[in-house]
């Protein structure tokens, strides 16, 4: 506690006229140490500043900042680094991130280590936002020698920048992993499949994670999914195995099991997945609420959702019901020409639905469930009162 006095009565009597600490100091001041200790480290603890304070760090980072004992030459390579990636358009919050999560950097060398590694990106065409965007989202991607051959990899088989930044936004490693041991092999099984590199691409975009598997599992998804009697020439084979791979085994027997409970036979189970294996990533609960909503509510006899199964892949709330509902109150008031089949009202665009059935709300003054329409849309919920 001495200590601690004596090193506010040095502070203040330096610092007279202007009095300001700074998280760093403050943690320099309230850490306990030897007397040689205090003897060495006394000045550096008043005058030296973190140079990330000015990109908002917290005071519990500054603080673990101090306990490591981040000496002055480093301070002063940290806050070069960090002016110069702010000068290449980062923001503090995004600054903050990188420092945070990768510290290395707060002591690489500007000259020989962060400049060569960007302007070899801006070499291979990125854009300074593009570069931003794309180290944000693979923040080791600064550590690997080998940035060229990597990148070069990926925008061949994706085709653009854009694409590959959105890849690496869904999946941090994706840029990291290697692409001998793991990618290149998982790419091989793709293509004896007989599936395309425009195919393999977007199931990249998708699902970047799923090249980041070992083969093993690759080759155990592809089985599974000619077990479920998606051949590998389906056009949905692709989407088929992504599901497989995301989901375990006891996850697809459930929804095979929901369907069953429904009144669904194996085989009419196994036709829906063929053509959208998107059903099985659906969880029993939102299963369960379209398919009452569309017996019960909607009144579709089983056989008809049966046979038109893509009706179970629209969002309940922002498609089926809204739409049903409109529909519904057109024909209650006679505002319709003839009936309409649910699937072709469900199938068509935003824009051609709301010129046909959201017009005739418009024009005969249904604000209300004009207004409703649009708020569920918009997922947003909105109670209807009649005029």
Known sequence: MFSVQKRLVCLLSCNKSNIHLSSYQLCSLFSFSTAEEHSLNHRSNFTLVDPLESCELSSKEAAKRAKDGICEKELSSSSLSIEFFKQSGWTDAQVVKLMQKHTRFLRANLETVLKPKIRSLQDMGFSDTEIVQLVSSCLGLLHFRDIQPRINFWRSLLGSNERLIKACRRNMFLLTSSLAQKIEPNISLLRECGISEQNIAQ??????????????????????????????????????????????????D?????????????????????????????????????MTFLMKEAGCELTYIICRPVLLTYSLEKRLRPRYEVLNFLDQNKLLDKGHD???VILLSEEKFRNKFLFVLRKEKFIARYDSYVAAVRGKHHVVVEN
């Open 203 to 252: 199931m990249v975009v998708r699902l970047p994670s799923f090249l980041c598997h070992t083969e093993k599992c690759i080759k155990e998804a592809i089985k599974h999914v000619e077990e479920l009697g998606v051949s590998r020439d389906c056009k949905t084979f692709p989407r088929a195995l992504l599901t497989v791979v995301t989901l375990s085994r006891s996850r697809l």
């Open 254 to 290: 459930a929804t095979f099991a929901t369907l069953i409970s429904y009144g669904w036979s194996q085989p009419d189970c196994v036709a829906a997945f063929r053509k959208h294996p998107s059903i099985w990533s659906l969880s029993k609960k939102t299963l369960c609420d379209k």
């Open 342 to 344: 649910l699937l072709s």
